[in-house]
Each structure stands twice: as structure tokens, then as C-alpha cells.
């Protein structure tokens, strides 16, 4: 009763498509064909195998690991961006300026001015106008009106209207301008390698100065200097290290990782920017840009494109040292 059950079940778990079929009885029954089709063929992929196994080698012939660690394309992605490094000691990395402000005069434009004399003839001309009208007009007052313009005053020694604005000028003439003031920016600029010829006057300016002002400077320096030693200590590793690929490729690796350092001093000066810092000059007398007290303002303001070339070239060197 136990045996057909248990034939039943094997039965039922394992199907004739799902059973091993062995080679030589289910699967090309009978004798085998050849392995090879000539003896020539024979003795020449026997003597090739015995080779290979002479050798030692336990990878094959087109296998990865047996490939370059570090590409051509990535050697010469490092080399251009340590040359650009060392160039971009050569640019602008600091800028400050001046406000210089000059007025410019328009052209002078005249006004004139109504005088006692005009305000004395319009309001005759009015009277006038209204008393002839009337008729209350006397012929002779009429004829003196008519020869000066104006009414003559009937007392002796009284001087005609006329005479009044003659020795006034009869008009008078205001000449007046405007001035507009024109500011423009002169700016002055200073190289990453010009900072150790200028340590004697900018460098004197900023150790006086306060205590953030001090560390912004001397990080600076140092990131001043590491363009200089980096990028040759990274060509060094991709040209110089010796022994085989992969050796080269871990001490080229432990290289490029230093390439992080300046990008860490550049974000530490930013902070210690917004910490604020107090000038050991008087910054009017030199540069109006610096303001009156250092802050994130200035740090920005102050940096030229010369240091940004110099960043996206450590940055560029430390990513790719993480692919290596």
C-alpha cells in the first residue's frame, strides 16, 4: 500500500519533460561524433591549451581587470585641469574699487524775469482800455500815454516810467544750470602670484586687522600655495609612481583626494565671512568696496574669476579620483 503511494507521488512531482536526459542515452544515443575534424586541428588547440596552462594565468585574455585602471581620456582630464590650476595663479583672484563721482554741467539755460516796469505797463494797458470806453480819458494824458506807453506820472521832478525801466534794465535775466553727478568704478586687481609681491603692503593691512580677517588671509596663503603644490604632486602620480597598474592606481587615488583641502578652506573662509570682522584701517582711504566693516558682502565682492578657475580645477581632479 506504501509502494504505490510512493510511486504515485514520484509520479505526480516529476513529469518525463522535467526528468535529466543524460548525453549518450537519451541525447545522441549511440557513439559519439568527433570532437575535432582533422588531427592537424587537434595537435593545434592541444598545444595552445598546454601553453596557457604554462603561463599561469587564471584570467582570461579579454577580462576587465586586465584593462587600464586609468583610461587615457582620464589622464588627460587631469593633466589639463592641474595646468589650468598653476595658470590660474596668473589671473585675477582679488578686486576692489573706488566710487568716483564727477558732476556734469548742462547747458546754461536764460530765464527771463518780469520786472515792476512790465507789471506797470500791463496794468496800464488795461486801465486804459476801460476808460476810453467811459470817454474819461484827457487828450493830453492819451498823447503821453501814447508816446512812452505808459502813464506819466504830473508831479515836477518825478522820472517817466520809461526812465524807471531803463535804469532797471527793463528785464532781467536769471541764468540758471543743472548739475547731474555721474559715479564710475575704478577698479584695481591682483594676481594669485602677485599676493607673495604684495605681502609688505596688503599683507601688513590685513594681519593688523581683526582676528577673522587674520584667518581669512592665512587660509588664503595657504590655499595660494597649495595651487602650486597640488597640481604637481598629481602629475607626479599619473606620470611618475612606479610599479604596475594597480599600484599606480591606488597611489594616484591616495594623490587626487588631496585636491578636497582647498575646497574645504575656500567654505571655511566663506563661514567665517558671515562671522563679521572689524578693518585695522581706515578701508575709505583705500577702497570704497571694502565698506566699513568686513563681512560675506566683501568676502564675495572681493574674490575675481581667477580663484573660481582654481576651484572647479581642484574639484575637477578630486571627482575624478573617486572614479579611479
Not at 576587465?64 to 589671473?91: N, P, W
Request: charged letters at 20%; one cysteine or more; hydrophobic letters at 40%.
Amino acid at each position: 500500500m506504501a509502494e504505490e503511494e510512493k510511486k504515485v507521488g514520484s509520479k505526480d512531482r516529476i513529469s518525463e519533460k522535467q526528468r535529466f536526459s543524460y548525453i549518450g542515452f537519451d541525447v545522441f544515443p549511440g557513439k559519439p561524433k568527433d570532437l575535432f575534424k582533422s588531427e592537424a586541428e587537434k595537435e593545434k588547440l592541444t598545444k595552445a591549451l598546454l601553453e596557457k596552462r604554462s603561463s599561469s594565468d587564471t584570467l582570461r585574455e579579454s577580462c576587465t581587470l586586465l584593462g587600464d585602471r586609468v583610461s587615457f581620456g582620464e589622464k588627460l582630464i587631469l593633466t589639463v585641469a592641474s595646468l589650468m590650476i598653476v595658470a590660474a595663479l596668473f589671473l585675477p583672484w582679488y578686486s576692489a574699487y573706488n566710487e568716483v563721482v564727477e558732476e556734469v554741467n548742462q547747458q546754461e539755460i536764460e530765464q527771463p524775469v518780469a520786472t515792476v516796469a512790465d507789471s506797470l505797463n500791463d496794468s496800464t494797458s488795461v486801465v486804459l482800455g476801460a476808460t476810453e470806453e467811459n470817454g474819461l480819458v484827457d487828450k493830453g494824458v492819451k498823447e503821453a500815454v501814447d508816446e512812452t506807453g505808459t502813464v506819466a506820472q504830473t508831479e515836477e521832478g518825478a522820472a517817466p516810467p520809461d526812465q524807471i525801466g531803463n535804469e532797471s534794465g527793463g528785464e532781467e535775466l536769471l541764468h540758471s544750470y543743472v548739475a547731474k553727478k555721474k559715479v564710475h568704478k575704478e577698479y584695481d586687481n591682483l594676481s594669485g602670484i602677485g599676493v607673495f609681491a604684495s605681502l609688505g603692503s596688503v599683507g601688513s593691512m590685513v594681519f593688523s586687522s581683526g582676528f577673522i580677517v587674520i584667518i581669512t588671509g592665512v587660509l588664503f596663503l595657504v590655499y595660494t600655495l597649495l595651487c602650486i603644490a597640488l597640481p604637481a604632486y598629481s602629475l607626479y602620480g599619473l606620470y611618475g609612481s612606479k610599479g604596475d597598474s594597480d599600484k599606480q592606481a591606488l597611489a594616484l587615488k591616495k594623490i587626487v583626494k588631496l585636491n578636497w583641502i582647498p575646497v574645504i578652506l575656500f567654505v571655511i573662509t566663506l563661514f567665517l565671512s558671515f562671522l563679521g570682522g572689524n578693518y585695522g584701517f581706515d578701508p575709505t582711504t583705500y577702497y570704497s568696496s571694502l565698506g566699513d566693516s568686513y563681512g560675506p558682502g566683501v568676502f564675495l565682492g572681493s574674490l575675481s574669476w581667477g580663484v573660481f578657475v582654481s576651484m572647479a580645477g581642484f574639484i575637477l581632479i578630486a571627482v575624478k579620483g573617486v572614479e579611479i
